[in-house]
Nanobody, 114 residues
């Protein structure tokens, strides 16, 4: 199992970024997928999940209406579209396999600052 994140970087408040997570070694169609973030010096915070069993998607309250998780089965890739970014979204973002993660990407930094 391998998860590789991309698409992070610097954005201004109110801006947008799209994170990608390229998965290999398993099929996205068979697995729940999550995005989890960590502010430097703080604990992990679950952000969003795409459920493979038909339940749809889930989001932490602070990103509802701003973030959208999606997946591309042929590309075996999960995305996190982040709009109307806020400084408090600044964190290291991890892609993870499972709704209770059992595999993690290396993480990618998102910085929201003017």
């Amino acid at each position: 199992v391998q998860l590789v994140e991309s698409g992070g970087g610097l954005a201004q408040p109110g801006g947008s970024l799209r994170l990608s997570c390229a998965a290999s070694g398993f099929a996205l169609s068979d697995s729940h997928m999550s995005w989890v973030r960590q502010v430097p010096g703080k604990g992990l915070e679950w952000v969003s999940a795409f459920y493979a069993d038909g339940r749809g998607t889930g989001y932490i309250e602070s990103v509802k209406g701003r973030f959208t998780i999606s997946r591309d089965i042929p590309r075996n890739t999960v995305y996190l579209q982040m709009n109307n970014l806020k400084p408090e979204d600044t964190a290291l973002y991890y892609c993870a396999k499972g709704d209770i993660p059992n595999a993690w990407g290396a993480g990618i930094l998102v910085t929201v600052s003017s």
